[in-house]
């Protein structure tokens, strides 16, 4: 099993890979970095609050995986592009620098808030992979109608399906075996995955944010503040 080590009764891994490829074409013209350098508060920047949030539950090495090789001060290795790869030839690409049994991987515009400990989703992979799995809210409120008439007026609501959080655990064999040199996993390996039940979902409770817009990381840096997790 490695160096993979173990917490309470569970498997956790302690290697963890951040894609950090976004342009962060959305943001423009308010932001003109990329994304992993979104300013979250002064001197903090989005990949350096992820890389914190990482090392604090446990992980002893992060892999980067972008197109950029000095995103952070902090201790951490890169797996650059030369081309654009796609999500799934990223982390595989990445994958390649790990040597543990389990690897933890994760979006770094997808920020968790809330109780969460991500050996909880490692425990889930054993099968092969696991993804964060969550509730979207409904960007507008939702009005309900009887007969015509307004009854009630529900402010963004969660719906009643789940998506994919942009956190993962794979087992590290699975990357290197079944995604792609290029291209996306969410569309070409998570639907084999998922045939073969080697993938499973684990459900997050918490709030999760994706910075996509300028208003999402004002948000962010907003809901941090008030929370007191940038410490």
Known sequence: MGNTFFKGDGLVAKEAIILCGGYSQRLKPHIEVSKPLLELKPGLTLVDYQIMWLKRHGFKRIVLAGREDSLTKLDVEYSIETEKLGT??????????????????????????GDYDPSQ???????????????????????????????????????????????????????????????????????????????????????????????????????????????
């Not at 799934?88 to 920020?111: I, T």
């Open 88 to 113: 799934g030839g990223a982390m595989k690409k990445a994958a390649e620098a790990c040597r543990e049994e389990y690897v933890y991987a994760m979006n770094v515009d997808d920020v968790l808030l």
């Open 121 to 231: 989703l490692v425990q889930h992979a054993d099968k092969g992979g696991a993804i964060l799995i969550a509730k979207p809210r409904l960007q507008f409120g939702r009005v309900e109608i009887d007969n015509g008439f307004i009854t009630q007026f529900v402010q963004k609501p969660f719906l009643d399906f789940y998506v994919s959080a942009g956190h993962y655990a794979f087992k590290t064999n699975v990357i290197k075996q079944h995604f792609p040199d290029k291209g996306d996993f969410e569309k070409e390996t998570s639907p084999t995955l998922a045939s073969l039940r080697m993938l499973r979902g684990y459900q997050f409770d918490g709030l999760w944010v994706t910075i996509n817009t300028y208003k999402e990381l004002l948000d962010v840096r907003n809901l941090l503040q008030q929370k007191s997790y940038l410490k």
